[in-house]
């Protein structure tokens, strides 16, 4: 006598082993993938542009520099004439342009060149004014060290000539320089002021104008 053994759980049983197998083999797939990481390497991100600013100590390594100085002039050692026209105070200005270069330590050196104009009264016995004008181009440098309160070393080299209505003075031009020091303030950004002191010289042949300038001065960067 032969036994039969119904075959329904079993077929019924076959669908849900199914899916659960399928739901492992998913569920393995998946944390095999979730484990592989894939890393991207490229170039770091570049630095943020500096702050043109004097108050931040990220200050641009080279800027372009535009200055004027005005100031009055103190003869040293005026040359004498006969007729007795000889030179008094005057007054001038300076126009400079140069590149403003960023030291370590605070430090600011700027090449730079230049005009310079100087006007001397000058009175004879009569009473007759025979004025002078003293011009001059140049090249140079300053150096500067600070933030806030900067003081300024400079000097000057090139080529000077003066200029007068006296027929006892011919006007002739010759070798000039100057030397000096100033005192500048930056607290505004792109802009600095402040106030020089300098010995100048133009040996204009036969004379050697010397004098001393006082003034102020400001600049702007770019």
Known sequence: MRLSIPLCPV?????VLTASLIACAAATVSSTASAQRVYVYGPAPAPPPPRYYYYDDREP???FVLAADFEGAIPVNAPQFGDGNNINGGAGFKIRAGEQIRLQGGL????????????????????DQWDWDLHRVF??????VGHFVVPVV?????YGWQVSGDPNAPS?????????GALDLH????????????????D????AFEWIALGVHGAILF
């Open 11 to 15: 077929r019924r049983a076959l669908p």
């Open 108 to 127: 600011r050196f700027t090449p730079e060149v230049g005009y310079g104009f100087e006007h001397l009264f000058a009175q004879d016995d009569n009473g």
């Open 139 to 144: 090249v140079g440098a300053r150096l500067s």
């Open 61 to 63: 390594p080279y800027a």
């Open 154 to 158: 400079y000097g000057h080299v090139g």
């Open 172 to 180: 002739n031009g010759g070798f000039s320089f100057d030397v000096g």
């Open 204 to 207: 204009a042949q036969p004379y």
């Open 187 to 202: 607290v505004i950004p792109h802009f600095s002021v402040g106030a020089h002191i300098e010995y100048a010289e133009i």
